[in-house]
């Protein structure tokens, strides 16, 4: 008889059940991973793409690009910071402001006022963003500083800007 042939071959039980249980592990601590990393992926995607985050950003784009096209003569900021008015001309032919634009919160929301100065008449009003619960506006020199407090109940954005008239 040849002792090739009766040596055993392959793997025990042991050996078997050993390597599973190891496999098991690491397939185990693979998915733990993954999925902590799908969770934080999709809160931070929500964070970034919430109402709060994008209303932001969208009121502060507004207001930077209405104050700096206002005039720099004046602004008048209403009681305690609720609101700021700006003046601009309707045309490049027009030598004193004869437009305004006004900036206010109410009801949860800003809104833009947009009118004529003499007579005065408010042609058209405009909301920019929800979810406000605190807008107050500062004028520093020559420029005004918006503070924009949007809070839709599970998250709190603030945004500060600030903007200098440069028509």
């Not at 690009?65 to 602004?75: N, Q, V």
């Not at 003046?87 to 490049?92: E, G, L, N, R, V």
Request: overall charge negative; glycine content about 8%.
């Amino acid at each position: 008889m040849d002792k090739k042939h009766l040596t055993p071959r392959g793997f025990t039980l042991v050996e078997l059940m050993i390597t599973t249980a190891i496999m098991a592990i690491v397939a185990l601590a693979i998915g733990v991973v993954i999925v902590d990393n799908q969770r934080g992926w999709s809160n931070m995607y929500g964070r970034m793409n919430s109402d709060v985050v994008t209303d932001g950003f969208v009121a502060r784009k507004k207001f930077d690009a209405l104050m700096r096209d206002a005039s720099g003569e004046k602004f008048l900021l209403g009681d305690e910071g609720g609101s700021v008015e700006a003046y601009y001309y309707s045309s490049s032919e027009a030598t004193v402001p004869d437009r305004y634009i006004r900036f206010f919160a109410a009801d949860g929301d800003l809104n833009i006022e947009y009118g004529q100065l003499d007579p005065r008449i408010t042609t058209d009003v405009e909301t920019v963003c929800g979810n406000v619960s605190e807008c107050v506006f500062r004028q520093i020199g020559t420029s005004v500083q918006m503070i924009l407090t949007l809070d839709n109940g599970t998250q709190t954005n603030t945004i500060v800007t600030s903007a200098v008239a440069h028509n």
